[in-house]
């Protein structure tokens, strides 16, 4: 079975800076995928970044960026400028490939920005 | 952008009665699941469906829930004699199949329901 981790539960971080929130992952398996949602305090869940295990490069999403290391099994976000809109839940989630396969999210941080 | 949609946002119901959860998946997704969220918690799998039955479910999904793709654009969650410990958000994710839109390989989850038992 996978297991998604996420050790912090809450972070803090001032508008504009800077923010990297940690998760780590455990599988046995090799094609995978892995997604970091947010849920602002309307509770919909909105996907943020998606990373194929099988790329080495790290994904990015405009202001949204991830530091992939498939040996230790590590995927951590990395924001950039900060808004307050970003103000949220984010959770981290793997994903089997194949063509059914469920998410398995972790426990979630939640990010406050500070104005 | 196509997006999937939930309704009602809100069910409030009373301990043993049964609720209907509905979902409209994104036009021509092949695969669709339902997840729960108990308030503070992390979201949690309940089951996935395809081809009109289901592929997956977790040990939460137990006899006390279903589902059904009534027709072509629905896909319905029904949990009866409904508990305490069912209050959540109950969330609808669709996902594509070859050549349809978006990725085929991310999940895409409504608005969700927020349930209430009493």
């Keep these: 079975a996978q297991t998604v981790t996420q050790s912090q539960p809450e972070m803090s971080v001032q508008e504009a800076e800077t923010v990297t929130l940690s998760c780590t992952y455990d599988t046995s398996e090799n094609n995978y995928y892995l997604f970091w949602y947010k849920q602002p305090p309307s509770r919909q869940m909105i996907l943020v970044i998606r990373q194929e295990a099988y790329k080495q490069q790290n994904a990015t999403e405009n202001r949204f960026s991830v530091n992939f290391q498939k040996a230790a099994k590590s995927f951590s976000l990395k924001i950039s400028d900060s808004q307050l809109g970003d103000t949220a839940m984010y959770f981290c989630a793997f994903m089997l490939a194949g063509a059914n396969s469920k998410l398995t999210f972790g426990k979630g941080i939640t990010l406050s920005v500070r104005p | ?118």
């Design chain 2, 1 to 118: 952008e196509p997006e999937v949609t939930q309704t009602p946002s809100h069910q409030v119901t009373q301990m043993g009665q049964e609720v209907i959860l509905r979902c409209v998946p994104i036009s021509n997704h092949l695969y669709f699941y339902w997840y729960r969220q108990i308030l503070g918690q992390k979201v949690e799998f309940l089951v996935s469906f395809y081809n009109n039955e289901i592929s997956e479910k977790s040990e939460i999904f137990d006899d006390q829930f279903s589902v059904e793709r009534p027709d072509g654009s629905n896909f319905t969650l029904k949990i009866r004699s409904t508990k305490l410990e069912d209050s959540a958000m109950y969330f609808c994710a669709s996902k594509g199949g070859q050549g349809v839109v978006l990725s085929t390989d991310t999940q895409y989850f409504g608005p969700g329901t927020r349930l209430t038992v009493l």
